[in-house]
């Protein structure tokens, strides 16, 4: 089994910075994708930033220039530096990493349990 752990989410004033962590952990052979999703009440979950495992990147229109994705591959981690935050990226924030398990074999979704990110005005 594969489990993504996260961590750093939190309540800060609008235009605060916080940084999350997400550790995957387990069976792993590769992991291709890995990503931050996120999901507000009443909305629909979508990708905040993505980046595959050779370091291309790809931001949602609203973070582009305050958030930033990285990895590093040696520790199956990925992570999110969020600056100047607003009021409108509270949300629940997931990690999400494409997985194989193993080698020759398909790749499968797996999922953070989720961290809560609120931002006060």
């Known amino acids: 089994q594969v489990q993504l752990v996260e961590s750093g989410g939190g309540l800060v004033q609008a235009g605060g910075s916080l940084r999350l962590s997400c550790v995957a952990s387990g069976s792993i052979f590769s992991i291709s994708n890995m990503g931050w999703y996120r999901q507000a009440p009443g909305k629909q979950r979508e990708l905040v930033a993505g980046i595959t495992s050779g370091g291309s990147i790809n931001y949602e229109d609203s973070v582009k220039g305050r958030f930033t994705i990285s990895r590093d591959n040696a520790k199956n981690t990925v992570y999110l530096q969020m600056n100047s935050l607003k009021p409108e990226d509270t949300a629940v924030y997931y990690c999400?990493?494409?997985?194989?398990?193993?080698?020759?074999?398909?790749?499968?979704?797996?999922w953070g349990q989720g961290t809560q990110v609120t931002v006060s005005s």
């Open positions: 999400n990493a494409v997985v194989t398990v193993v080698a020759g074999t398909f790749e499968y979704d797996y």
